[in-house]
């Protein structure tokens, strides 16, 4: 069992939030992202460059006796993304990149389908092909980087395309030759973690490509940034939430020291904590070794540590509570007064009115309870959620 309300685990971005089911894989699919598709009514959509393709079955007169309620055709949907004109104008006035902004807004509006047949355009392989022609161009590489994020972020079938266009090398690239241009490297590390979340392909691209190394470089560099740290966690979540291999590949590659410093660099920021903890949790998810070398590596005091310092941000409670889980038996067999902490924390977690803190923390209490003896391990999961609050109390008093 892992997170979600169908049993995923959630995925890091700022992006977009949905809760899709299992899948069958060696972990669990990552999931939990916010959306990018905002309702812009002040904008416009841009003209087609291109011709409107109809399917071939569609007669010109059926086509002119659609109603309004037949919803848009696929050269409509097209028109709402915009031509790409401006993205690919590489001048670097305030005009230019105005008209940029203005067309990447129509295309976070677009539907899935109308980004999905932008990416099979002429226009989306001209951009990658100018990306990787203009390398030291810098804001022409932001928007480029900015135009993979939202593409990306209508789901897995844009995913793959943005994967199979190249998106994945052009991001590393512009992160690696802009590594301290902040405006340029966080829209590469967030299109890294979009297409990382749901794609095998990506996952393996950005993995071979030295695409940990660049992300744990990234932090770093730039580990006065909160939103740098946010979003490479985010990174290594995503890459490491469904395979074994990548776990241990992260980990070898030092992602756990990394995160660890990130969140002792930010103990105030429930960001921060809350992107290390889903780190660190998808790090070891399911994978007893690296269970143990985490909780050696300091996991269990930073879990702790983070719930105790943010106990009003659910999301901070809902992550640390399922990092504890997983660390469970290294925090019953460890010592009785670290098990003790952990059992305050998660009873404190369990008075919150959020619902997904409460899955997590009955969880979390399970797996304290059940390693420390204290309730036998069923099929069924155990003791109900007041039984739990009651041995909690009596344990923690």
């Not at 390693?371 to 009596?394: K, M, N, S, Y």
Request: glycine share 10%; aromatic share 4%; hydrophobic share 45%.
């Amino acid at each position: 069992f892992c997170p979600g309300n169908s049993g995923g685990v959630p995925l890091a971005s700022t992006e977009r939030k949905c809760r899709p089911a299992m899948t069958v894989g060696a972990i669990s699919p990552p999931i939990f992202r916010r959306s990018a598709r905002r309702r812009l009514s002040s904008v416009g959509c841009g003209a087609l460059a291109w011709k409107r393709q109809l399917p071939d079955e569609l007669e010109p007169s059926r086509r002119a006796a659609k109603t309004p309620g037949d919803g848009p055709w696929p050269g409509d949907r097209l028109a709402a993304c915009g031509d790409l004109s401006a993205i690919l104008a590489t001048a670097e006035t305030a005009a230019a990149q105005a008209a940029a902004a203005a067309e990447l807004e129509r295309l976070r509006a677009a539907d899935e389908q109308a980004v999905a047949a932008l990416l099979g355009s002429d226009a989306a392989s001209a951009l990658l092909s100018r990306m990787a022609a203009l390398p030291h161009a810098v804001a022409f590489q932001a928007t480029g980087c900015t135009f993979l994020l939202v593409a990306a972020s209508h789901g897995r079938r844009c995913q793959r395309l943005v994967g199979a266009l190249g998106g994945v090398q052009a991001a590393l690239r512009a992160a690696s030759a802009h590594a301290g241009e902040a405006r340029v490297l966080e829209p590469a590390l967030r299109a890294l973690r979009e297409m990382a979340a749901y794609s095998a392909s990506n996952q393996a691209e950005i993995l071979s490509g030295s695409g940990v190394q660049l992300v744990l470089g990234a932090m770093q560099d730039h580990s006065a940034s909160p939103i740098i740290q946010v979003v490479g966690c985010g990174v290594l979540r995503n890459l490491t939430a469904t395979s074994a291999e990548h776990q241990q590949r992260v980990f070898r590659l030092g992602g756990a020291e990394v995160v660890s410093v990130s969140m002792r660099g930010h103990p105030g920021s429930p960001d921060v904590q809350q992107a290390g903890c889903w780190a660190l949790f998808c790090m070891c998810v399911r994978n007893a070794e690296l269970q143990r070398a985490l909780a050696s590596a300091g996991a269990v005091d930073l879990a702790l540590d983070a719930l105790g310092q943010h106990p009003r941000h659910a999301s901070v409670q809902e992550a640390g509570c399922w990092l504890v889980r997983e660390l469970a038996a290294q925090i019953a067999s460890d010592s009785s007064w670290r098990l003790v902490l952990g059992m305050g924390a998660v009873r404190r977690a369990m008075a919150s009115s959020t619902p997904a803190v409460h899955t997590a923390a009955a969880g979390a209490a399970r797996a304290l309870a059940t390693r420390a003896g204290f309730e036998p391990a069923t099929p069924r999961g155990g003791l109900r959620r007041q039984q739990l609050a009651a041995t909690l109390h009596v344990i923690s008093e």
